[in-house]
């Protein structure tokens, strides 16, 4: 079998140490204990650089660190003692200088990386040839028998001295003795002459250009390969031929490298062409074209779905569809030492309640009656398509643990010729991934059914929310939004009761019952000690009270006009809507509408916490941790009750976030934040938001079980839940947006034959109070062939899972040590992949696996999040709110927040329906003529050119020039031509894709808005620090190669 590697040349090899913004730290060697994320020992091929300082081994036996015990309601949580995900750090690490200046480098470590002459990649950049994707010849000594693999593909690598590249034009190109030899210089430790045009390394100095690519104007006698126009630029990101645009100089923000390009004389520098490096546009285009509007079905086991962003149709034919369960691989290892040995994580991503399109088949609903469902005597499992029948239908054994159970008589059904059930097809069950089994009693509390559920809705009428008008907004939106709470597919009404608190240092609650002609207030001032004052007229049924709440909803606002109230209470009003959740037995959703820090003298008071100055410190991880006490016997309440917490906060200053957001996102229940809110600018985006959020579709009270087939287990869990032991996911509530993220670990070895399976219960109220279980069942192919594990990764799951994983790690480690971790893995996976399943190839060439050729640009994107940058320009709350709007989101939403759409708008086509194919995101995609719309799931950004034709303005806008446009402005005015209806109908379809209202942000290029805009161009060099995706991609390449050596 011929496994092609996607192969890169030279310039991805030596990046200078203390790449692009991140700390010197970032590539020190992590601890021995740590080298994996399965917690093995090290692999053989750890070779460390001569010179370099070892860290501290993590304890004396070299057996991985000890877990850290879990805290009460960490989002994740561990079986048995398998070692801790991220390690304590190196104590070698240096520590981080102030934000902004020079990193000081200790001496041992610029000796160690200081490149050889031979080695530098200024020589080896002018040797290469970068080119069309080609294949080589590339044997895997792997797998005789696979069958043929999807094709990587490669770049041609440099050639050795005196061969001239091949040429695919067939003609010969100049002869290129010029160039330097490929020969490997001492190795990477040893003290080499400093890299070349560069002064010695000396410590204490600040290291010298990021991301290595100071060019001499070396050679220029290699041909160009077809299709790619060289690209001449100035010291970092300077002219571009064809535009005007000077990008950011190096050092011009903050993390900008110091000692970078831009400070260096000489003449202008080459740079590497960026279309010669994996395209995350090409591969979404191209899964598009592949697979795109076609039919998925099923049925065969570990196969690989479309990507997230291809339209597609799923034909349940006995796997879930992948809407409900996506995988990081669909083929796992065989055994727990290939498992450790390609780092390649094993998880899934199961969204439970996704939302299936209008042209799917909804869920069957299967009703056993008084017997319940049939389920295994020994593992508990539901029954499934993979169970199999024997001794004439009497008997089936369970292909998760293999026990043999009886059928229960009301059951039984003969089987065919082929050994099947006749029924087979008549059965949901036994055809199909997922399906619902109607609940009996011995599944409900107390063992009586549920109650329908109640939403609570709680505003803050403090000064702050009365002055901008959000008190008379939601009291306005709720008149005829109640109309539209979510029901039952056919039931006329829904049957979901409503009640209203509103409160400041005190709680007011409304009798609002339809025999009243005026609604009832009912203060409670003693917060320290909350009960609900009535039980009858509080939680209501709207269809009968609409008159007195309407009523009410006209009163709230005039009765609070002359308050000066401006201090707030928090936890006493959660408690306040589990005791009234209580009281009427029932589960239930609070809204929560509040402003600001809750500083009254009550239970759970806050302070401010906010310090900046822990950025980049070992103690920066207090910042993320809630305050604990009475919020983490709340989280335990609102669980036990069925009671999830949706928090709306419109701050004008610090709330700790990493508090008031806890209870929310350890409930299923989602965080919304509006900063300096004002009607005028946010009041659309926030009652989009409030619509969604109530009308969609939602389980509450629910408990989750993951069962696997013998030889592998659960033992991680990431999302909006709540964890009282290792097995049971408890939620107090899931919606079609939340997604959990489940990590497996060996406990045994896996069989080719059997492959491996995932059944995912989920038990919940629906929102009629009907008690259901809600099964998904997948079935993976087991391999013990890593060509065929790297064959079947996804990368959009990969990254959902490093995401969620590194983001609950900084509760308990510097952000730094998450950061080299990431890096480590990422090497660690591509380096296993180059060693085992790629031919023998020169070490300049960077191979990567076609299914993760661009899972470096998200690593690298991920660096760069607001969580993980490590910058203190960046506010405490929204390094918070990213943190924790992260931790639920399924697959579709990691991806398009990592890799955000850049859609040019000034040459659609008005005719067609389509969305403009999407470019590469980076700021040299965008040209001062064009006008561009970024798509990242929570901002819209249209970004409109210096030099944008005013006809076209004109005609989106409705102003004569750019210069007219007020920055204000969120929407675009409805006007009746062409260019304006496209615009409005792709703004349209994209908002619909997205589960959360997005505000649009317009930037004119040079506008001070602008620097909000290029943070999200990811293919870039961060505004707050972290590489360019080719500085990256470089520094990745180097880490590989250190593996290998």
């Known amino acids: 079998m011929s496994q092609q590697g ?128 080609g294949q080589g010849p590339l044997q895997s000594p792997q797998s005789p028998t696979s069958s043929a693999a999807p094709q990587p593909y490669q770049m041609p690598s440099a050639p050795a001295m005196g061969h001239p590249p091949m040429s695919p034009t067939g003609h010969q190109p100049p002869s290129m003795s010029a160039c330097p030899p490929m020969t490997a210089g001492p190795p990477m430790g040893a003290t080499g002459a400093p890299p070349m045009g560069m002064p010695n390394s000396q410590p204490g100095l600040p290291p010298m250009g990021g991301g290595g690519f100071q060019q001499p104007g070396g050679p220029q006698g290699f041909p160009q390969q077809p299709g790619y126009i060289p690209v001449i630029a100035g010291p970092y990101g300077g002219q571009m031929p064809g535009s005007q645009m000077a990008g950011p100089q190096a050092g011009a923000f903050a993390g900008g490298f110091p000692g970078g390009a831009a400070h260096m004389a000489g003449p202008p520098q080459k740079k590497l062409d960026p279309d010669s490096i994996p395209s995350t546009t090409q591969v979404i285009e191209d899964d598009q074209a592949k697979r795109g509007g076609q039919l998925y079905t099923t049925n065969l086991r570990g196969q690989v779905p479309p990507l997230v962003t291809t339209s597609f149709t799923v034909q349940d034919q006995g796997n879930a569809s992948p809407r409900f369960m996506r995988c990081t691989t669909y083929s796992f290892p065989c055994s727990s030492d290939l498992a450790k040995q390609c780092q390649v994580p094993l998880a899934t991503i199961i969204k439970p309640f996704a939302t299936v399109p209008k042209n799917e088949t909804p869920l ?44 229960p008589v009301q059951y039984f059904q003969h089987l065919d010729h082929m050994g099947r059930r006749v029924d087979l097809y008549e059965r949901p069950e036994l055809s199909l991934g997922s399906y619902e089994f109607t609940a009996t009693l011995d599944y409900c509390k107390n063992n009586k059914p549920p109650n329908p559920p109640a939403y609570i809705f709680m505003i803050d009428v403090s000064y702050n929310n009365i002055k901008s008008g959000l008190v008379k907004l939601i009291c306005e939106e709720l008149k005829t939004l109640l109309d539209r709470l979510p029901k039952e597919e056919g039931a006329e009404s829904s049957s979901i009761k409503v009640g209203f608190v509103t409160y400041n240092k005190i709680l007011h609650f409304y009798n609002v019952k339809s025999a009243l002609a005026q609604p009832q207030m009912m203060v409670v001032s003693d917060v320290a000690e909350m009960f609900v004052p009535l039980l009858d007229g509080f939680l209501v049924n709207f269809q009968e009270s609409r008159a007195v709440i309407n009523n009410l909803l006209d009163q709230i606002p005039d009765m609070f006009a002359d308050t000066n109230e401006s201090e707030t209470v928090f ?34 008071k806050l302070k401010n916490r906010d310090d900046r100055k822990l950025v980049n410190t070992e103690k920066e991880k207090i910042l993320f941790q809630p305050q604990r006490g009475v919020y983490e016997q709340l989280t335990k309440d609102c669980v036990a009750q069925g009671c999830c917490v949706d928090l709306f906060v419109f701050p004008n200053q610090y709330v700790d976030m990493a508090t008031m957001g806890d209870i929310p996102t350890h409930t ?64 107090a509530a899931v919606d079609c947006d939340k997604a959990v993220t489940v990590e497996f670990k060996h406990d045994d070895a896996l069989n080719e034959e059997a492959g491996a399976l995932i059944q995912c219960a989920l038990l919940y109220t629906s929102i009629s109070g009907q008690r259901r279980l809600r099964v998904h069942n997948l079935s993976l192919n087991c391999s013990s062939q890593l060509s065929e594990l790297y064959k079947s990764c996804e990368t959009d799951a990969l990254i959902n899972f490093f995401a969620k994983s590194a983001y609950h790690a900084i509760l308990n480690q510097p952000v730094k040590t998450v950061r080299e971790i ?224």
């Open 364 to 407: 069957y609903v299967v009703n056993h009656g008084e017997a319940g469902p049939i389920r295994c005597n020994r593992c508990k499992a539901y029954m499934c398509p993979f169970m199999l029948f024997i001794d004439g239908g009497r008997r089936y054994q369970c292909s998760f643990c293999n026990c043999v159970n009886e059928v």
């Open 822 to 1045: 990431l890096v480590k893995q990422t090497a660690h996976m591509l380096a296993c992949y180059r060693k085992h399943c790629a031919s023998p190839s020169a070490a300049s060439q960077l191979i990567l696996p076609d299914a993760m050729k661009v899972f470096p640009v998200y690593m690298n994107s991920l660096m760069k999040t607001p969580v993980l940058v490590g910058s203190a320009e960046l506010s405490t709350d929204e390094r918070n709110f990213h943190r924790l709007s992260v931790m639920s989101t399924g697959v579709e939403e990691s991806q398009i927040l990592l890799y955000p759409r850049l859609i040019p708008l000034h040459s659609m086509d008005v005719v067609n329906e389509a969305v403009p194919a999407a470019v590469r995101c980076s700021e040299e995609r965008l040209s001062e003529t064009g006008v561009f719309l970024l798509d990242n799931g929570q901002n819209l950004f249209l970004w409109l050119g210096q030099a944008c034709p005013p006809d076209l303005i004109q005609s989106l806008f409705n102003v004569p020039s750019l210069a007219h446009l007020s920055p204000d402005m969120t929407s675009l005015p409805e006007l009746d031509n062409a260019q304006s209806k496209k615009l409005r109908s792709i703004i349209c379809a994209i908002s619909q894709q997205r589960p959360h209202s997005m505000k649009m942000v317009i930037v004119k290029q040079k506008d001070k808005p602008e620097m909000l805009f290029r943070q999200h161009l990811v293919e870039d060099k961060g505004l707050h620090g972290g590489a360019s995706y080719i500085d990256f991609l470089c520094y990745v390449h180097r880490e590989i190669r250190q593996l290998l050596t």
């Open 668 to 731: 299923g229940g989602s965080v919304y934040k509006y900063s300096n809110f004002q009607v005028q600018i946010d009041g659309e985006h926030f009652l989009t938001d409030l619509r969604r959020d109530v009308e969609k579709s939602i389980g509450f009270d629910a408990i989750m079980r993951v069962r696997t087939s013998t030889g592998f287990r659960a033992t991680d869990f990431f999302g909006a839940i709540y964890m009282n032991n290792t097995t049971d996911v408890e939620m």
């Open 6 to 133: 996607y192969v890169a040349t030279p310039p991805y090899s030596q990046a200078q140490p203390g790449i692009g913004g991140y700390p010197t730290g970032f590539g020190a060697s992590p601890p021995q204990a740590h080298y994996g994320h399965y917690g093995a020992p090290p692999q053989p091929y750890t070779a460390q650089a001569a010179g370099v300082l070892k860290p501290a081994a993590s304890s004396p036996s070299g057996m991985p660190p000890p877990p850290v015990s879990s805290q009460y309601g960490s989002p994740i949580q561990q079986n048995g003692a398998h070692s801790q995900k991220f390690p304590p750090p190196a104590v070698s690490a240096p520590a981080m200088p102030p934000y902004g200046q020079p990193l000081q480098r200790p001496a041992y470590q610029s000796m160690a990386q200081a490149t050889p002459p031979t080695q530098q990649m200024t020589n080896q950049m002018s040797a290469m040839s970068i080119g069309g994707y």
């Open 571 to 604: 936890a006493p009003v959660i408690q306040a809507g589990v005791e009234a959740l209580k009281a009427a037995e029932c589960s239930g959703k609070l809204f929560i509408f509040h402003s600001s820090l809750p500083t009254a003298e009550a239970p759970g």
